[in-house]
Nanobody, 121 residues
Framework: QVQLVESGGGLVQAGGSLRLSCAAS????????MGWFRQAPGKAREFVAA??????YYADSVKGRFTISRDIAKDTVYLQMNSLKSEDTAVYYC????????????????WGQGTQVTVSS
């Protein structure tokens, strides 16, 4: 069983930065693929980034602005978000799945409760 707790969301001006954290617990975390997804008001949840198996993947909309990383010793995954835009406003979710990187929400087994990111223009 994997438990995930996100933190680091908040209100930021356009062009600013935030770093989200996802603290994980569970014996298999270190082998799992970790992903970040987001859901804006009135929209479906969408893939943002994933890290696992030595690879990282990003949605085109965040490539070059967001960076996903993990600290194995701290059982934590991060999402560094730079050059934020109003369209990045959403609830951001951390997710985990057995090894194999995926962009698809349905392939993730464990989810955090989400953290709100609001970007003011």
């Amino acid at each position: 069983q994997v438990q995930l707790v996100e933190s680091g969301g908040g209100l930021v001006q356009a062009g600013g930065s935030l770093r989200l954290s996802c603290a994980a617990s569970g014996p298999t975390f270190r082998s799992y693929t970790m992903g970040w997804f987001r859901q804006a008001p009135g929209k479906a949840r969408e893939f943002v980034a994933a890290i696992g198996g030595g690879a990282v993947y990003y949605a085109d909309s965040v490539k070059g602005r967001f960076t996903i990383s993990r600290d194995i010793a701290k059982d934590t995954v991060y999402l560094q978000m730079n050059s934020l835009k109003s369209e990045d406003t959403a609830v951001y979710y951390c997710a985990a799945r057995p090894p194999k990187t995926s962009r698809f929400e349905a392939e993730y087994d464990y989810w955090g409760q989400g953290t709100q990111v609001t970007v003011s223009s």
